[in-house]
């Protein structure tokens, strides 16, 4: 964004100091300026329309490369199918060694034209555009999830975790400066790689996912994880426990159904523990705004959680022998009963919610024998449970 800025109202400086040849308006450069600072996007929306459509009807203002190129990158984080006109006119261009490069020009003009329709011309291009790109930018950065997803919503699974291992690696060195964008291909490369196929290394790539999921997660203070990092963690739990359900499944059904164990072997216990040693978390205890209430000056009264209630599990689920895991996130009330029950991540999403759901609304904390209630408390938050959901058959 500062770069951008820098780059046209330094332009826009150029078109008003030489007046007698500049072609392009020096109001439609006023606009776009003013425009991006103030961040409106109908205001951008239509300033960076306005400049670049001024930039191709003046291909003879010095200007009008670095003027088109601008305003249609600016117009694709709104809609980049409308920013194709000036990708295609950039392009057009010869190469110059400056700013805007070839490469770039190239990826913008490919994902607008992605953006108007996925075919396989424009997504061969789009993928050969992102991987022409040796820095990430924050337009690569963007131009990477359409893409996987489009492959991974037409279920080519294999394309999908390509696409996606490509976006991993593309953004792995600025990960700390567009996180959503790097977890996202994250997440897409371990999924839609385990789909595919049940490797060792599709494992380990689920496994490497959770694992780095829980490092970046232990160093910031519950009070301030966005919810989108939760989300995220969860999920990768919940896709490690649907695959170690899966695997344990198949060592009932190998013998007798004649499964390619090849293409279905996964990672040991003590693999998956030498992992998680090379991402290590941060052991410091944080305490939430809810725990440094009053109630808890108290210690938790010494007891158990009774467990009541059976898995209702949907008759359509279990004819399929479809394997799942649900993770739900519950509290205790002053009575330790379980209150506010809800899906932090499930695999598949909806199958067994409801089920794992129902179960947990009937459990409560008994306390021990013995155990003085005025001098404990029975409140909790924030507890967990976790349910699979395999079948034998």
């Known amino acids: 964004m500062k770069r951008l800025r820098r780059v046209v109202i330094g332009l826009m400086g150029l078109g008003l100091a030489q007046t007698a040849q500049a072609q392009i308006s020096a109001d439609s450069l006023t606009a776009f300026n003013q425009a991006v600072e103030t961040g409106d ?47 295609e006119f950039a392009l057009g261009f010869p190469a110059t060694g400056q700013h805007p490069i070839m490469a770039e020009r190239e990826l913008l ?14 997504r061969t291009r789009l993928e050969a555009a992102l991987a022409n790109m040796q820095d990430p930018t924050r337009l690569s950065a963007r131009a990477f999830l359409p893409l996987y997803s489009d492959y991974a919503g037409n279920f080519r699974m294999s394309e999908a975790a390509r696409v996606s291992g490509m976006a991993v690696e593309h953004l792995r060195p600025v990960r700390s400066s567009v996180p959503q964008y790097y977890l996202h291909a994250l997440e897409s490369y371990a999924t839609t790689g385990f789909i595919d196929v049940k490797s060792r290394e599709s494992h380990e790539t689920l496994v490497r996912w959770n694992a780095e999921m829980k490092q970046m997660r232990s160093q910031v203070h519950p009070d301030e994880r966005p919810d989108w990092l939760e989300s995220v963690y969860w999920r990768s739990e919940a896709w490690v ?10 060592t009932t059904q190998s013998g007798s159904r004649g499964f390619d164990m090849a293409r279905t072997s996964s990672l040991s216990p003590s693999e998956v523990r030498l992992i998680g040693l090379e991402y290590p978390v941060n052991m410091i205890h944080f305490r939430t705004r809810q725990q440094m209430g009053e109630e808890f ?24 022998g479809t394997v799942g895991y649900v993770i739900v996130g519950f509290d205790l009330d002053n009575e330790g009963r379980a209150r506010n029950p809800e899906v932090l991540a499930s695999v598949p999403p909806g199958v067994y919610d409801d089920t794992s759901l129902d179960r947990i609304r009937d459990w409560y904390w008994e306390v021990d024998e013995g155990v003085d209630r005025s001098s404990c408390r029975m409140s909790a938050y924030d507890l967990t449970s976790h349910h699979s959901f395999r079948f034998d058959r």
């Not at 199918?81 to 000036?86: F, V």
């Not at 607008?112 to 996925?118: G, I, L, P, Q």
């Not at 426990?241 to 198949?250: D, I, M, P, R, W």
């Not at 938790?300 to 209702?312: A, I, K, Q, T, Y």
């Open 41 to 87: 996007a109908a205001a951008i929306e239509m300033a960076s329309t306005n400049l670049m459509n001024d930039a191709i009807a003046n291909p003879d203002d010095p200007d009008a490369l670095i003027a088109a190129y601008e305003a249609a990158l600016k117009l694709c984080d709104i809609d980049c199918e409308a920013a194709l006109p000036g990708a």
């Open 109 to 122: 003009f490919a994902f607008a034209d992605f953006s108007r329709r996925a075919t396989g011309s424009t």
């Open 297 to 320: 000056l108290l210690p938790h009264c010494e007891g158990e959680l009774v467990m009541d209630g059976e898995l209702d599990w949907p008759s359509r689920a279990r004819n399929n």
């Open 241 to 250: 426990g649907t695959a170690n359900v899966y695997y344990q499944s198949l």
